[in-house]
C-alpha cells in the first residue's frame, strides 16, 4: 500500500484506527494484529482474533515510528493489534526533553 499524509486507515482485525502524519515514497505493508490495515476510520473486528505474537494495543493520542522507513502515524482509536510496519513493530514517538531553564 502507498501510504499518503492524512489518510485515515483501519484495523481490519480490531479498533484500532491511525491517521498518516508521515509517508514513505515506497509501497509498504502497514498492520495491526498482523493483518493489513484499510481505508476507513473505525476498526472492523473485536480484537478475538489476535495471535499472541501480534498483541501490544495501540494506545489513543500516541504516534508510532519506524525511523527507517520514515513513517510516522497517530493513533485516533485504541485497539488490541500491534502496529508493524513490513513486520518490524512501530515504536510509541517519544517526547523531546524541554532545554532547563536555569
Known sequence: MILKVGQT????????????VR??????????????????????????????????GALLGKRYVDENAAVEVLCTKAGDGALALDGR???????KPLPSSD
Open 9 to 20: 486507515l483501519a484495523s481490519a482485525i480490531d479498533t484500532t484506527a491511525v491517521i498518516v
Open 89 to 95: 513493530i512501530l515504536e510509541v514517538k517519544s517526547a
Open 23 to 56: 509517508a514513505p515514497k515506497d509501497e509498504v505493508a502497514l498492520t495491526c494484529g498482523g493483518v493489513g490495515m484499510v481505508v476507513g476510520k473505525s476498526g472492523l473486528g473485536d480484537g478475538s482474533g489476535i495471535e499472541d505474537a501480534h498483541r501490544g
